[in-house]
């Protein structure tokens, strides 16, 4: 009934993997900034 949609190129499967890695990457270091957050303000108000 209906066509499959065209399967992608190599190179767009390697832009794809290389753009979601980056993505990866970006949340993993949020995620630890995040964390991370409330203890630094909590050692930085005991500092002053």
């Known amino acids: 009934m209906f066509g ?3 399967q ?3 190179q767009e499967l ?3 993997e290389a753009q ?3 993505d990866i990457k970006w949340t993993a270091a ?3 900034v995040l964390y991370l957050s409330p203890h630094l303000v ?3 108000s ?3």
């Open 30 to 32: 949020s995620a630890v």
């Open 4 to 6: 499959a949609p065209p």
């Open 20 to 22: 979601t890695m980056s």
């Open 8 to 10: 992608p190129s190599k």
């Open 14 to 16: 390697a832009a794809a």
């Open 42 to 44: 909590e050692y930085v």
């Open 46 to 48: 005991k500092l002053f």
